[in-house]
T-cell receptor, first 117, second 112 residues
Framework: GAGVSQTPSNKVTEKGKYVELRCDPI?????LYWYRQSLGQGPEFLIY????????DSGLPNDRFFAVRPEGSVSTLKIQRTERGDSAVYLC???????????????FGPGTRLTVL | LAKTTQPISMDSYEGQEVNITCSHNNIATNDYITWYQQFPSQGPRFIIQ???TKVTNEVASLFIPADRKSSTLSLPRVSLSDTAVYYCLVGYSGGGADGLTFGKGTHLIIQP
């Protein structure tokens, strides 16, 4: 079946612009996660959703970052007034659930490479 | 406070068994231990998960001692294609972002 998809695969923008990154999770997965990965570092947690609600957004670095998942499927990560330091690969993952007790297997997408000039 | 500690890098040769150890001294009762593998330009991929003792699947084994303060990922007979970064995570569903901290991982390089 189809895995997690992310669009666009690459995004180049200018400092100060607004960007949206999209994630299509695996069908039927109720949990969705966003991470940011800089070169040479591990993925850094940003936010995760259980259904439509953000269960934990403690990883969002500041109020320029926002994510939504209005229908409990597709999610959009929104970054306002982009800065050069926002340049990274943004990864999305989904899992069947995030409330089973044990940590559910996350299935990752290929990521969106964001470059802020 | 980092929940896990892993070696930054390891080298081995094709056909060898490779063991990567992760320290998690502050592991909580509810926490599971999960390992992911990541190749360049790809998202991480689940390898194995365990709670205690030993877990084995078609690609790896996971050894967890009784005190659960560490775990060892064992890759039997590695090949060049096992060159990747390996991450150890500790946490549980519903435990929030603590269980979603990847750290820097272990960069495993396999040589011919």
């Amino acid at each position: 079946g189809a895995g997690v998809s992310q669009t666009p695969s690459n995004k180049v923008t200018e400092k100060g612009k607004y960007v949206e990154l999209r994630c299509d999770p695996i069908s039927g997965h109720t949990a969705l996660y966003w991470y940011r990965q800089s070169l040479g570092q591990g993925p850094e947690f940003l936010i995760y959703f259980q259904g439509t609600g953000a269960a934990d957004d403690s990883g969002l670095p500041n109020d320029r970052f926002f994510a939504v998942r209005p229908e409990g499927s597709v999610s959009t990560l929104k970054i306002q007034r982009t800065e050069r330091g926002d340049s990274a690969v943004y990864l999305c993952a989904s899992s069947l659930t995030a409330t089973s007790g044990r940590t559910d297997t996350q299935y990752f997408g290929p990521g969106t490479r964001l470059t802020v000039l | 406070l980092a929940k896990t500690t892993q070696p930054i890098s390891m080298d081995s040769y094709e056909g060898q068994e490779v063991n990567i150890t992760c320290s998690h001294n502050n592991i909580a009762t509810n926490d599971y231990i999960t390992w992911y593998q990541q190749f360049p330009s790809q998202g991480p991929r689940f390898i194995i998960q365990g709670y205690k003792t030993k877990v084995t699947n078609e690609v790896a084994s996971l050894f967890i001692p009784a005190d659960r303060k560490s775990s060892t990922l064992s890759l039997p007979r590695v090949s060049l294609s096992d060159t990747a970064v390996y991450y150890c995570l500790v946490g549980y569903s519903g435990g929030g972002a603590d269980g979603l901290t990847f750290g820097k991982g272990t960069h495993l390089i396999i040589q011919p």
